[in-house]
């Protein structure tokens, strides 16, 4: 069974990284096991057995923040890092599509797609209230 390590970063915007976790220890896993791995560098009211906590005080940036998470995945034998900012929302389902793909071609990197968060949108008024939630973030790129 495939071990997936979710790394998050959290400097000092605790409410808005609790939810973030929150919405990930909703992911379905049955074909897999996951871990996430928060490097922070405070205190945050949350505990899980999902939930490995690094705690650092130092700014290391978002590259360094994330190859701490990295070497402690690596070093515990996860099969598969999944970064994750700390201001997203995920569908339970998500992993699993992702791990379907992987298995297809074990040599890539991949990512889901990402939607605006319902009311959120650049231009929100230029959508019918049906396609709220469901536009792409494309960041300026192709779709």
């Avoid at 915007?13 to 490097?39: D, G, M, N």
């Avoid at 992702?98 to 231009?123: D, R, S, T, V």
């Amino acid at each position: 069974m495939p071990k997936i390590a979710i790394i998050i970063l959290n400097w000092n915007q605790p409410q808005l990284t609790i939810s973030t976790i929150e919405s990930f220890l909703k992911i379905e896993h049955k074909l897999f096991e996951y871990q996430i791995i928060l490097v922070t560098n405070q205190q945050l009211k949350i505990e899980n057995c999902k939930l490995k906590i690094i705690q650092y005080s130092a700014n290391l940036g978002y590259s360094g923040g994330n190859n701490l998470g990295i070497k402690y995945a690596l070093k515990n034998n996860f099969d598969y890092v999944l970064v994750a900012n700390n201001d997203i929302r995920v569908n339970p389902n998500f992993l699993q599509i992702l791990i379907n793909e992987i298995k297809i071609n074990p040599k890539q990197i991949l990512a889901p797609k990402i939607y605006f968060e319902k009311g959120y949108e650049f231009h929100k008024n230029r959508y019918k209230s049906s396609e709220l939630g469901k536009v792409i973030w494309a960041m300026g790129g192709k779709i």
